[in-house]
């Protein structure tokens, strides 16, 4: 099976299913990504940086066999970057073992110390995360719009911006980012910064769509109850309605039976989901269920609902 594609702002296409390969191990990640490229039909890896892992990466891609040009590689700029883009983009670019990305992302809104105590998480003495508070982000959007310009990335885009970060660069944004990749899943499918992301044109991105490690997503009700009804897997079901919204989804495997299945259920999910069902899995999070899994103690407040940072 081969993933369906979104149109992005820029005319460009995303194949809607990606597979996620955070802490995915260097030991376990060529294997997965040769796996799902060769046999399982992926068409979209997505990869970042900051997870020391896009060496191993790059030698799956080139193991699968599968042309480069066929194959949609997103990677991410991380913090202690945010003030020098090209270089981050081109350790990647180096790392990945290809000369261009088809998407590149502003991993968080948070610029960090480039000189500090630490090439990724630099600390203060009081423990909390050393942000570069002079630095202004829409200088880092200006960046990402020059490797654009420059041919290294054929789309920028964003991760981690609620509607309050985003109206920070779009003022003086000469391009509008094509994506926003969010924490996205039936716990946290933040309603309202879907619709502002929507009255931009901008694709949102849903990682952590199963709930990441040790999910209780896989055991809930509500959703084993649907799966059941269409004789689906709750994981089916789980990356089945974010697809229907119309979002892309990135599932984190390393185990080829869920790699395969994570592409295929994704799309007979969002094929067999009725209104209903959908409507029904909407009101979990308002009904009660809201929760978010992915908490990094940023000492900032980036502006999402549902989530107040360590200040
Ligand atoms: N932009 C950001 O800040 C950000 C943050 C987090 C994640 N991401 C991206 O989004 C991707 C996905 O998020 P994630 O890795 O946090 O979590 P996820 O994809 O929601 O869940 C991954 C976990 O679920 C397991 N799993 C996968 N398929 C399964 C299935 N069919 N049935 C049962 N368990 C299954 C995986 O185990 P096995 O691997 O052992 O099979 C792994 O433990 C990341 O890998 C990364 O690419 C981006």
Redesign the pocket.
């Known amino acids: 099976m081969t993933s369906p594609t979104i149109k992005l702002n820029n005319g460009r296409e995303i194949p809607a299913i990606g597979l996620?390969?955070?802490?995915s191990k260097p030991g376990e990640v060529t294997a997965a990504v040769a796996y799902a490229l060769k046999d399982a039909g992926y068409r979209h890896i997505?990869c970042a940086w900051a997870y020391g892992n896009e060496k191993e990466v790059g030698e799956g891609i080139r193991a699968s066999g599968v042309p480069r040009s066929e194959i949609f590689i997103t990677s991410?700029l991380w913090g202690t970057w945010h003030s020098r883009v090209e270089e981050c983009l081109d350790q990647t670019l180096a790392n990945l073992g290809t000369d261009y990305l088809d998407l590149y992302l502003i991993?968080?809104p948070v610029p960090l110390n480039p000189n500090g105590n630490h090439p990724v998480f630099p600390t203060l003495p009081d423990g909390k995360r050393d942000v570069d508070h002079a630095w202004d982000l829409k200088d880092t959007w200006k960046q990402m719009e020059d490797v654009l310009k420059k041919g290294k990335v054929k789309s920028i885009g964003v991760?981690?911006f609620s509607k309050k970060k985003l109206e920070e660069i779009l003022p003086t944004a000469e391009i509008i980012p094509v994506v926003d990749?969010l924490?996205l899943h039936v716990y946290n499918p933040q309603h309202n910064l879907i619709s502002y992301l929507k009255s931009k044109g901008i694709v949102p991105q849903a990682?952590?769509?199963?709930?990441?490690?040790n999910?209780p997503l896989?055991t809930d009700e509500v959703i084993t109850e649907v799966a059941k009804k269409h004789s689906l897997?709750t994981?089916d079901v789980l990356l089945g309605y974010l697809v229907a919204k119309g979002f892309v989804v990135?599932?984190?495997?390393?185990?080829p039976a869920?790699i395969l299945?994570?592409l295929t259920g994704a799309i007979t999910a969002a094929e067999r989901l009725e209104t209903a069902d959908i409507e029904k899995i909407d009101a979990l999070a308002p009904g009660g269920k809201q929760r978010r899994f992915?908490t990094p103690p940023w000492p900032v407040d980036l502006g999402f609902d549902n989530w107040k940072s360590p200040l």
């Open positions: 996620g390969t955070w802490q997505d991410k991993h968080w991760s981690n990749q924490e990682y952590s769509p199963l709930g990441s490690t999910s896989l897997q994981s990135l599932p984190k495997s390393v185990t869920r299945s994570n992915i």
